[in-house]
């Protein structure tokens, strides 16, 4: 595996990351159309370019409630999962990295109440941690076809 390059971020006390790869772009909180019988994670969509996206918010699907703090800080990065465009809010952006195999390792079975299933690794960049995020694992199957026969 070569290096990576890799967008990081704020959700909660934690700092997360995600393959710029599969970053499609990174827009500032708007307006968000709710949808009903959507799972509590899922905000609902937005129009980004005359297309429909799904919005999640990784604070619900992490189990950390809402961001009470600082609300102007919040991003929607939106990733391509699977062909689909899907928009993740995060509490902050903070910075593109260039990470070297010898500083991802293997995820713990569990880091702090996530699944393994979504995670792709722990970074180690100075004296930070960064939870590595396997944005195509995040929506499971089942969570997928939901989000899509909503918008339709």
Known sequence: MADKKVVSF????????VDIMLITSIIEM???TRLPN???FVEGVINLRGEVIPIISLRKKFGLGE???NKKEE???VVNIKSKDVGMVVDSVKEVLNLTEEQIEEPPSVVGGLKRTFLKGIAKQDD???VLIDAEKILT?????????NEN
């Not at 199957?141 to 026969?149: G, H, R, V």
């Open 67 to 69: 961001n009470e703090k």
């Open 30 to 32: 708007e307006e968000i």
């Open 10 to 17: 704020i959700v909660g006390k934690e700092e997360y990351a």
């Open 75 to 77: 991003r929607i990065i």
């Open 38 to 40: 959507t799972p509590d």
């Open 128 to 130: 930070r941690l960064i």
């Open 141 to 149: 199957e089942d969570e997928m076809i939901k989000l899509k026969t």
